[in-house]
């Protein structure tokens, strides 16, 4: 069957340091993979997209990678604040159709 | 531009009852997909609409229905409830729909089932 897994475990790290999410999927083959941000009662925010054809998507302090041999995508905050304390969920399109299959997410904390 | 919206923010029913949840997109956008999230199970793809025309569907029993207007505003319907159907309703809207675009999630209606 079709899975997407995240750490469970919060991720705690000190403020200034670089946050590394794992993602890992079995028996899909998407052709992107999304990033979002999700804070307590408040609805996903979309972070960022890569597709099947790019090793690599960076936005600001943010970084993807997509290594679809390994089945693995890894998300990257550089220069860590407490905002971006949050719980981050990663999305994979299962039938290359309009539907996406969410991680249950790995929650960050950034210390000061 | 204003985001996706929906209504109600919260609403409490009792086990057996229906419910009604609106969605309304954003401006422009014709593709309205719901999305079921609670602690167990996380987010869950409940259907998607385009155009007024159900594109997909998901793993979820005949008791959850939906529909998509001409304007594309959406509702979901939930039928003889559960205690397992508390949950946040999500709704997402998009330009085409999610296959390789953007997608916005508006913030979601809390149903507690009791």
């Known amino acids: 069957s079709q899975k997407i897994e995240q750490n469970s475990e919060a991720l705690n790290i000190q403020e200034g340091k670089t946050a590394t999410l794992t993602c890992n999927y079995t028996?899909?083959?998407?052709?992107?993979l999304q990033w979002y941000r999700q804070d307590p009662g408040r609805g996903p925010v979309f972070l960022l997209l890569?597709?099947?054809?790019?090793k690599e998507k960076r936005k600001e302090r943010l970084k993807v990678t997509f290594d679809t041999t390994l089945k693995q995508s890894l998300f990257h905050i550089t220069a860590s604040q407490p905002a971006d304390s949050a719980t981050y969920l990663c999305a994979l399109d299962p039938h290359r159709g309009y539907a996406l299959n969410f991680g249950k997410g790995t929650s960050l904390l950034v210390t000061p | 531009k204003a985001g996706v919206t929906q209504t109600p923010r919260y609403l409490i029913k009792t086990r057996g009852q229906q419910v009604t949840l609106s969605c309304s997109p954003i401006s422009g956008h014709r593709s309205v997909s719901w999305y079921q999230q609670t602690p167990g199970q996380g987010l869950q793809f409940l259907f998607e609409?385009?155009?007024?025309?159900?594109?997909n569907k998901g793993n979820f029993p005949g008791r959850f229905s939906g529909r998509q207007f001409s304007n594309s505003r959406s509702e979901m319907n939930v039928s003889t409830l559960e205690l397992g159907d508390s949950a946040l309703y999500l709704c997402a809207s998009s330009k085409e729909g999610s296959s390789g675009n953007t997608i916005y999630f508006g913030e979601g209606s809390w149903l507690t089932v009791v």
């Open positions: 890569i597709r099947e054809n790019e």
């Open positions: 609409y385009f155009s007024e025309t159900q594109r």
């Open positions: 028996n899909y083959s998407p052709a992107y």
